[in-house]
């Protein structure tokens, strides 16, 4: 990420279906993040991302693999089944913490 991309856990006290920020960063699926010109990457080991996303997010898991979650548009979508249907792709790690 470089110096004016930015993402950040949407605090509870603005939507009471949100995990807070903080250490519950992997803690599942659904869990909101709102990303600004950040990186959406096709696969967990791409080198170069897809599209630069913003908005609100949806960790699809939770599970960090190869540095990188999965994520989704819609809180609806975390965790269903077939993946490659309702995962919208993957950000870096660092993107929310």
Known sequence: MNGN???VFIPSS???DYKSC???VGSGAGTAVRLGNTPLYSFSKAQRPS???NGTYYLY???LI???YRVTDKKSKANKKPL???AAGWIDGDAVL
């Open 22 to 24: 903080g250490k519950t």
């Open 61 to 63: 898991d939770g599970r």
């Open 14 to 16: 603005e939507q009471k």
């Open 66 to 68: 190869n540095g990188r």
């Open 5 to 7: 991309d930015s993402a």
């Open 84 to 86: 490659f249907f309702y």
């Open 51 to 53: 599209v630069y996303v």
